[in-house]
């Protein structure tokens, strides 16, 4: 089973070498990593080359933001399973990879997901804020759940069915994206109690208040988009349920 992790860079030199060091050490070779690069002007592509000697598709051109340099990778990818590691994430382990190939081969999953770790920026061992999953039900949609999407591994024929990524949304194409796919009754989705992936803090969705404000518009276009019963209260419910995330452990 290979895997394709699309990795979207954007002068990312300060961290692009940890992000790609992690798929390097993963104790799983059947890996292609697509570096979809928005024509960076620092040396993200050659800090790039030297820290993952494997599968490396590098594709550097100007771009219309996140969204579309994952598209790009999707279209590119030729793993039968995809997943994305961001320039300021990692992945949290060497057995992550492995263990989502596993739970892929033994569930018949057609996604497969875990935990998320935000961590510091300086020092990615300490954890700010832990999202912690669970087993999917189509009923938690109603009550803002989600797993957390750097951690949710797709198999391609997913892409292929409900496309990709909305260009219409600048922040929340993810949730958006994750709402179409989850409401498909013909999908089956595992929850793998592991932390997949380490985020650093400071992403585009809650950098400012602005952007803070920005992603609650577009959250509530896409569960009203996705015809989610009552989406401002199951948006309210959203928001809240991130405040435990900064307790529990």
């Not at 394709?4 to 060091?21: F, K, P, R, V, W």
């Not at 999407?149 to 496309?163: D, I």
């Amino acid at each position: 089973m290979k895997i394709s992790i699309i990795t979207a860079t954007y002068n990312s030199e300060a961290s692009i070498g940890s992000a790609l060091q992690s798929i390097a050490e993963q104790n799983y070779k059947n890996v292609e990593v697509l570096l979809i690069d928005g024509k960076s002007k620092d040396n993200t592509i050659e800090v790039s080359k030297k820290a993952f000697s494997g599968e490396l598709k590098i594709i550097s051109e100007k771009d219309r933001g996140i969204y579309d340099a994952l598209n790009k990778g999707i279209y590119h990818a030729t793993g039968d399973i995809i997943g994305f590691v961001h320039s300021d994430d990692l992945l949290a382990s060497a057995d992550v990879l492995p263990e989502l190939a596993k739970a892929f081969e033994e569930t018949g999953a057609d996604g497969v997901y875990g935990d998320l770790q935000y961590v510091s920026k300086e020092n990615t061992s300490q954890v700010i804020r832990y999202w912690k999953s669970e087993d999917f039900t189509a009923s938690l949609l109603t009550r803002g759940w989600m797993p957390a999407h750097p951690s949710l591994f797709l198999k391609k024929e997913v892409y292929e069915k409900h496309g990709c990524f909305d260009l219409n949304y600048s922040i929340a194409a993810d949730y958006d994206f994750m709402l179409r796919i989850l409401q498909d009754p013909d999908l089956k989705f595992s929850y793998l109690p592991k932390v997949i992936t380490k985020m650093r803090v400071g992403g585009a969705s809650n950098r400012s208040i602005k952007n803070i404000v920005q992603k609650s518009a577009e959250d509530y276009r896409a569960l009203s988009k996705n015809k989610i019963p009552n989406p401002a209260r199951v948006l309210a419910m959203k928001n809240l349920s991130k405040i435990s995330q900064f307790v529990k452990k």
